[in-house]
């Protein structure tokens, strides 16, 4: 069964560069994003490691670990990190787990419908090893997204959903079409008017069921 929303994310213990991680444990009390790929030393996955290297920070701002899958095993995730920092320019200091088993690709159905695995496998048999679990510190599965082997991921947008997460937590909004820290939020309909009111001040009601307001301070 694939998994879903609001799903609790599967526990694993596996081997990283980061020695040996039990995912819950490693979560914690932030969140966390599990980003996979097909294989190291690949040239997509390679930019995409540097993006994720150079916004350290700001995950760090937003209480959240980043942790890296690959299919290989952790020697050569280490190898691979040199050329990751070279093409950054930022420390690879996240963890990348050793996926060679495929228990991580096959306990989160990371793999292609029509996966064949033979020894000696490419890039091309493990294709679709190429997704986004964003997970809170409930251990629950908040947001995912697959990419193709030719789509560089956007972590602009991986961040502005981060955000987006972050700031609906707990609290009877949505975020709009393309919001952005800063903008103004959807009112949910758990609320009446007088409620919101009383909740997030003036209302900017533009239709019965579609009512804007400024976004909460956490």
């Given at each position: 069964?694939?998994?879903?929303?609001?799903?609790?994310?599967?526990?694993?213990?596996?081997?990283?560069?980061?020695?040996?991680?039990?995912?819950?444990?490693?979560?914690?009390?932030?969140?966390?994003?599990?980003?996979?790929?097909?294989?190291?030393?690949?040239?997509?996955?390679?930019?995409?490691?540097?993006?994720?290297?150079?916004?350290?920070?700001?995950?760090?701002?937003?209480?959240?670990?980043?942790?890296?899958?690959?299919?290989?095993?952790?020697?050569?995730?280490?190898?691979?990190?040199?050329?990751?920092?070279?093409?950054?320019?930022?420390?690879?200091?996240?963890?990348?787990?050793?996926?060679?088993?495929?228990?991580?690709?096959?306990?989160?159905?990371?793999?292609?419908?029509?996966?064949?695995?033979?020894?000696?496998?490419?890039?091309?048999d493990s294709a679709t090893v190429r997704t986004v679990f964003i997970i809170g510190p409930d251990k629950k599965i908040r947001l995912t997204m697959s990419y193709p082997m030719s789509v560089g991921r956007n972590f602009a947008e991986i961040m502005r959903a981060l955000d987006a997460i972050q700031a609906t937590d707990g609290v009877p909004i949505a975020t709009p079409a393309d919001w952005v820290p800063g903008q103004d939020v959807i009112v949910a309909l758990s609320l009446n008017d007088e409620q919101a009111k009383a909740k997030f001040g003036e209302i900017d009601i533009k239709l019965p069921y579609l009512?804007?307001?400024k976004a909460p301070s956490k």
């Open positions: 069964m694939s998994l879903r929303i609001n799903d609790v994310a599967p526990n694993f213990t596996v081997d990283s560069t980061a020695g040996k991680i039990s995912l819950h444990d490693w979560i914690g009390e932030s969140y966390a994003i599990l980003f996979s790929h097909p294989k190291d030393f690949t040239p997509v996955c390679t930019t995409e490691f540097g993006a994720v290297a150079r916004l350290s920070g700001e995950f760090a701002k937003r209480n959240t670990k980043v942790m890296g899958v690959s299919v290989d095993n952790v020697e050569e995730h280490h190898k691979w990190k040199r050329d990751i920092e070279a093409f950054s320019g930022s420390p690879a200091d996240f963890p990348i787990i050793d996926d060679t088993s495929l228990e991580v690709s096959k306990l989160y159905n990371m793999l292609p419908a029509d996966a064949y695995l033979p020894d000696g496998r490419t890039p091309a009512r804007f307001a």
